[in-house]
């Protein structure tokens, strides 16, 4: 079976060709982000329209360099949630339209039911179960997954998503958007001078997270501190400590909980070079060991699209005629596959 996957949930245009027998045949991505630099943040208006403008181009992209043409194309996935649902309604209707035009099923995708699924892209794909820690710029959760499908929430952030709060601290420390990865940088040359960041929520039981205190720590910080190059390295470091430490504490509680020695992460914050480390490190301690896809599947893409959709379909699943996004969807009320 082949399948088209296609991501417009935010401000990335992800097209994709996924085959059962051969993998992944080819991906292409558009990214808003010059768009958007200017505002700050993401504009949904924008990044509607530029969906608009760069779908079909890529469609025709990823179709020619997977080699194949409507005919070999099985299915199409696309996402249908969460997101931005002027941005979600672009890839809805050309992906619903364009399988119905070519006689082929079509199926919406969970977004974050994607990013769980996109190590199963990579050669060393993780085994079910495990728990998978997905840290993204609207989400952050900690999820049992038993299987496709099979997701128990354990806890996830009663605020800020854990790459929300790397974008915002990162405003403040006037880096550009999209911050998380420009602050990551600027930590890398920070030294550790013994700022004190809270570890919010871990003093007690539980697996939620609240990250929106530590941007405020950040703020008061910088605030206090000297305006140099080396001082907001130093600050930049603390909190990414900061974050990483919260997130590791989280998982072991997770693993210990379930008895699971598979970690997977992913999600863009996945990318984040310290947490991979430190729980790798982690995991090493307790004899598991920690999965993710590859940098460019760690944030958004059409290749965990198609992966995920070509599961649903293949199960026999798929949308009915009208187009549907569905911008707010918890993830633990999707269907399981057997
Ligand atoms: O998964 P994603 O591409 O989009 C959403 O579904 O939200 O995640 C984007 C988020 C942004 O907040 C971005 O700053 C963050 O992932 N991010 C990082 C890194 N790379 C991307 N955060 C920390 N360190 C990174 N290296
Ligand atoms: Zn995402």
């Known amino acids: 079976m082949r399948v088209l996957g296609?991501?417009?949930?935010?401000d990335e245009t992800g097209i994709a060709v996924y085959d059962d027998q051969q993998g992944l045949l080819s991906h292409a991505l558009y990214s808003q982000v010059k768009l958007h630099a200017d505002y700050g943040g993401v504009v949904p208006e924008l990044a509607s329209r530029d969906h608009v403008r760069k779908i079909i181009p890529l469609i025709r992209q990823a179709l020619a360099?997977?080699?194949s043409t409507p005919d070999d194309i099985d299915g199409i996935a696309y996402t249908k949630g969460p997101g931005l649902i002027g941005a979600l309604l672009v890839g809805a209707c050309v992906g619903r339209s364009l399988a119905f035009a070519w006689g082929?099923?079509?199926i919406g995708v969970h977004h974050m039911e994607g990013h769980l699924l996109a190590p199963m892209l990579e050669e060393d794909a993780p085994e079910f179960p495990f728990v998978a820690l997905l840290v993204s710029g609207g989400h952050s959760?900690?999820?049992n997954v038993e299987g496709i499908g099979k997701y128990?929430?354990?806890g996830e952030s009663i605020d800020d998503a854990a790459g929300e709060a790397f974008d915002k601290t990162a405003k403040l420390m006037g880096l550009d958007y999209p911050g998380g990865p420009r602050l990551a940088k600027l930590a890398a040359k920070g030294e550790s001078v013994g700022y004190k960041f809270p570890r919010p929520m871990t003093d007690r039981p539980g697996l939620d997270f609240s990250f929106s205190g530590l941007k405020t720590f950040a703020a008061n910080t910088i605030a206090a501190e000297p305006d140099d190059e080396q001082t907001r390295a130093n600050i930049a470091r603390a909190f990414e400590e900061a974050v990483v430490d919260t997130l590791a504490i989280k998982c072991r509680r997770a693993l210990k909980l379930t008895g699971y020695k598979r970690l997977v992460i992913a999600g863009g914050v996945s990318a984040n070079t310290r947490l991979r480390e430190s729980l790798a490190e982690m995991m090493a301690g307790i004899g598991?060991?920690?999965?993710?896809?590859?940098g460019e599947f760690c944030t958004d893409n059409g290749a965990m699209i198609a992966y995920a959709g070509l599961?649903?379909?293949?199960a026999g699943q798929q949308e009915d005629l009208a187009v549907k996004g569905q911008p707010r969807w918890p993830l633990d009320t999707l269907a399981a596959l057997d």
């Not at 296609?6 to 935010?10: G, L, N, V």
């Open 311 to 314: 599961q649903r379909l293949r």
């Open 104 to 106: 082929k099923p079509a």
């Open 6 to 10: 296609i991501e417009t949930s935010c």
């Open 141 to 143: 959760m900690l999820v």
């Open 65 to 67: 360099e997977a080699g």
């Open 152 to 154: 128990q929430v354990l």
């Open 288 to 294: 598991g060991r920690v999965y993710y896809p590859r």
